[in-house]
């Protein structure tokens, strides 16, 4: 039964830990911030990110829309506002790269972060032959020669050496005493299974947060996480990368597609037998994977686009939070099939195969509409809108929040935020119609102000025709009556609860039957 | 009816002067100048009255009721509409009423004739009623607007009233876009 995401109860009151792993579980972020601003997330999140590579687009992207998330949240004041957009307090720390230790090692290469020519020093003075001869037999000179900051490009075993430095690390330290003192706090871990970051991660992640830490002279031990509490996104080779050289510049491996569903199929027992500590597994796939633009090995060049099974990662998450965790000594697994045809009969992914509850449909339905509105009246295109305290003077909403038209002049500064977010959110979900299959959800293709109101859902009508913004905002008239609280900080939940009424009772999906 | 408040000034007048029509062929030269009975004229200014008031309401119910948008732009566009529509009909009402009410001479007002007949009022009187009545209708628009936007207009279940109740106070600027 879809998990209603719009009331988290008591005992899923706490932090959602989300550890993106890797370029795919990074790229998660985006879509788990959306849904936080279209307040489905909840209360707290604290985001850890694990890559190596720290100048993929996928990281600055997801650092960037953090950051823009926390400002525009903090602007917005939304810290009392429990049922609206912005309400997850998002905290985060930078991104966690494995490969440095904080010596001062410069090299990038395996050899260089592992002391491989320590190795042989050692030989001569300490009879440490075997170590020198154990490392080269594991790993062979092309990977020894690679440049680490690019990924691990699909070798998971270079990961793995690297990986099992999390448990030294002091912000990993502090998560599990976090989770100590918070008893509903949840972990949940995303990352590719068929790829190097995630494959080599997830597994250790998995163990660490459950077994804890060990102690050592210097701390007691550090118990962990009831593995009921840590959850996981699998995501399955829903990707292929299109032909490229053989070897990437530095003479290192490249990542070869033809072995992400081997990659794959060699690493789920580790998930089924229990080995990684998951309580509760979300696989994610799809049976027709869609080729990048680019082979890239990694670094600014891997710009991949954005795909719907991050949405569903990022909706795994939320399942497993607002459930308060799941699952036990031996995993639970999680499916949703989505039917989106083969080949040249594939159909888009939309609504209805969303694994959300109704009300959680109804939440994010209102928040597009929400932002829409926001887009083509308060920051037409994201742009400033200088006639905006004229064009809300005497305005119903308005005027039972208490305000007058020209607060919106004096909170300048909150609106651009909230403009500059929506901007993003709206490029998202444009995004997401150009992928194969596309995500249908929002009319993003054009400008907002090129989508006429009441036609921003994909797959609705409008009952009746909507000529302009004010329309909608007859039932944030509605909604603000219903309210006792003023202010600023009423306003979001009245475009929240107006937005939603609007979508209730003047759309209808284009089968006909009207929205419930 | 000489009620002021809906006749501004043009309220029916007393002792309208009417030319009595020429005397039938062989009879002595009368006195042409006769009146209009002053029932008659009453009945066809309380008339227009009434007719400008059920118009004024209408269009102000219509304005607000029979639309789903709120204020914005398009609503005072719309208000400004309704309110110039509703002072042409009003005084287009006037104009037809008048010239079509079966006014009376007075009996006995005209010598040669002791019975009423019917008459039409002056189209000069006919057109001050207009105008007032376009006035009229300009002014009790507003305020029929004001009084429903500010008393019903406090609770959802007025609709249009509630949604637009910042038309036209404080919102009233017909020319901003």
């Given at each position: 039964?879809?998990?209603d ?8 009151a ?6 993106a792993?890797?370029?795919s ?8 911030l959306?849904?936080?601003a ?9 985001i ?8 993929n ?8 829309l953090?950051e ?5 949240r ?38 260089d ?28 000179a ?28 002091t912000?990993?330290?502090?998560l ?24 080599a ?16 002279q ?17 995501l ?5 990368l ?16 033809a ?11 580790t998930?089924?037998?229990g080995?990684?500590?998951y ?6 796939g799809?049976?027709?994977?869609r ?5 890239a090995?990694?670094?600014?060049l ?16 939320l ?13 639970v ?9 083969k ?17 959680s ?8 509409v ?19 305290s ?16 020209r ?6 500064a ?11 959110m ?9 992928t194969?299959?596309p ?30 913004v ?27 609860t ?19 | ?5 809906l006749?501004?000034w ?5 002792n ?15 006195d ?11 009945a ?7 007719l ?5 309401v ?5 304005c ?37 009410w ?8 005209c ?12 189209f000069g009187?006919i ?5 007032a ?6 002014l009790a ?37």
């Amino acid at each position: 039964m879809p998990t209603d995401l719009t009331t988290y109860g008591p005992s899923s009151a706490g932090t959602l830990n989300f550890l993106a792993v890797g370029g795919s579980g990074i790229r998660t972020v985006v879509p788990l911030l959306h849904l936080c601003a279209a307040g489905l997330g909840p209360r707290k999140l604290h985001i850890v990110m694990v890559d190596p590579d720290v100048t993929n687009p996928a990281t600055s992207n997801a650092s960037g829309l953090i950051e823009q998330y926390q400002e525009t949240r903090k602007l917005v004041g939304q810290h009392e506002a429990p049922h609206t957009y912005f309400r997850t307090d998002v905290t985060s720390r930078p991104v966690w790269s494995p490969i440095v230790d904080g010596t001062d090692k410069v090299g990038k290469s395996f050899a260089d972060r592992v002391d491989r020519s320590l190795m042989d020093s050692l030989t001569s003075t300490a009879g440490t032959a075997d170590l020198s001869t154990l490392c080269d037999l594991l790993f062979a000179a092309k990977y020894q020669r690679m440049d680490l900051s690019m990924g691990f490009r699909g070798v998971p075993p270079i990961g793995t050496v690297f990986m099992n430095r999390l448990r030294e690390e002091t912000f990993f330290k502090d998560l599990l005493n976090a989770a100590s003192a918070d008893a509903n706090s949840v972990f949940f871990a995303a990352g590719s299974v068929f790829g190097g970051t995630g494959a080599a991660a997830l597994p250790v992640i998995g163990r660490a947060l459950v077994d804890g830490l060990p102690p050592t002279q210097s701390r007691a031990r550090i118990d962990g996480v009831q593995s009921q509490r840590v959850g996981a996104a699998l995501l399955l080779p829903f990707f292929t990368l299109p032909a490229g050289a053989d070897k990437a510049p530095d003479g290192g491996p490249r990542p070869q597609a033809a072995l992400f569903a081997q990659n794959a199929a060699a690493a789920i027992p580790t998930y089924v037998d229990g080995m990684s500590r998951y309580g509760a597994l979300y696989v994610l796939g799809d049976d027709e994977p869609r080729e990048q633009r680019v082979n890239a090995v990694g670094g600014k060049l891997q710009d991949n686009r954005p795909d719907y099974i991050e949405l569903f990662a990022a909706l795994a998450a939320l399942d497993f939070a607002c459930r308060g965790g799941a699952g036990g000594d031996r995993p639970v697994f999680f499916y949703t099939a989505v039917d989106s045809g083969k080949g040249a009969q594939r159909k888009s992914v939309s609504w209805p195969d969303l694994p959300l509850s109704d009300a959680s449909v109804l939440r994010l339905k209102g928040a597009f509409v929400a932002a829409h509105t926001f887009l083509r009246l308060f920051r037409p295109n994201g742009n400033a809108q200088p006639d905006l305290s004229r064009l809300l003077k005497g305005v119903t909403w308005v005027d039972r929040l208490g305000m007058r038209s020209r607060d919106f002049d004096a909170n300048a500064a909150a609106l651009d935020r909230v403009g500059n977010y929506f901007m993003a959110m709206w490029k998202w979900l444009a995004e997401l119609r150009t992928t194969q299959p596309p995500l249908e959800l929002v009319r993003a293709g054009a400008q907002p102000l090129e989508v006429r109101p009441g036609e921003t859902l994909d797959g609705m009508r409008t009952i009746g025709k909507v000529n302009d913004v004010f329309e909608i905002m007859r039932h944030w008239n509605e909604a603000a009556y219903s309210r006792t609280g003023t202010g600023q900080s009423s306003l979001w939940e009245v475009m929240r609860t107006g937005s939603e009424r609007f979508v209730h009772s003047r759309l209808a999906d284009a089968q006909g039957t009207t929205e419930e | 009816m000489q009620n002021p408040l809906l006749h501004l000034w043009a309220s029916a007048p007393e002792n309208v002067p009417l030319r009595c029509p020429d005397p039938p062929p062989g009879v002595q030269n009368a006195d042409l100048n006769g009146f209009f009975a002053a029932d008659s004229v009453s009945a066809a200014y309380s008339a227009v009255g009434y007719l400008s008031l059920l118009i004024v309401v209408l269009a102000v119910v219509s304005c607000y009721q029979a639309t789903r948008t709120s204020l914005g732009p398009p609503f005072v566009k719309r208000w400004w509409i309704f309110e110039v529509g509703s002072s042409i009909a009003c005084g287009l009402a006037a104009l037809l009423v008048l010239y079509f009410w079966p006014t009376q001479a007075d009996a006995a007002s005209c010598q040669q004739y002791l019975v009423a007949f019917r008459a039409t009022l002056p189209f000069g009187l006919i057109l001050s009623r207009a105008v007032a009545g376009f006035v009229w209708a300009m002014l009790a628009f507003l305020i029929v607007s004001l009084i429903l936007t500010q008393v019903a207009g406090r609770v959802p279940w007025a609709g249009g009233f509630f949604h637009n109740r910042g038309c036209p106070w404080p919102r009233f600027n017909p020319f901003m876009e």
